[in-house]
């Protein structure tokens, strides 16, 4: 059984960080682009970062400097690690795990994270 369980969520000030994880079983992770999504209330879900199986990186333009995506293939584990975070960063982050060739995707429950003084 797949799954994909986020945790690091929670409430921060403007200019604080945040480190979301993603723990991943039911599938071979090492082998899977792995990528966050964010959504907003009232707006649609936006691709926020992605990391390759052989650890390539690429970002969203509005988090590009402030996030950084990582991937421990030995814990089966995908972080982002959020750093000078802003109102516009609230919003529910989900964890993505995707597989071109077979076009598997796979979606985590997402996690809240707030962002306000």
């Known amino acids: 059984q797949v799954q994909l369980v986020e945790s690091g969520g929670g409430l921060v000030q403007p200019g604080g960080s945040l480190r979301l994880s993603c723990a991943a079983s039911?599938?071979?992770?090492?082998?899977?682009?792995m990528k966050w999504y964010r959504q907003a209330p009232g707006k649609e879900r936006e691709w926020v970062a992605s990391?390759?199986?052989?650890?390539?990186?690429a970002y969203a333009d509005s988090v590009k400097g402030r996030f950084t995506i990582s991937r421990d293939n030995a814990k089966n584990t995908v972080y982002l690690q959020m750093n000078n975070l802003k109102p516009e960063d609230a919003a529910v982050y989900y964890c993505?795990?995707?597989?071109?060739?077979?076009?598997?995707?796979?979606w985590g429950q997402g996690t809240q994270v707030t962002v306000s003084s």
């Open positions: 993505n795990a995707y597989r071109a060739t077979t076009k598997a995707n796979y």
């Open positions: 039911g599938f071979t992770f090492s082998i899977y682009a």
């Open positions: 990391i390759g199986p052989s650890g390539s990186t």
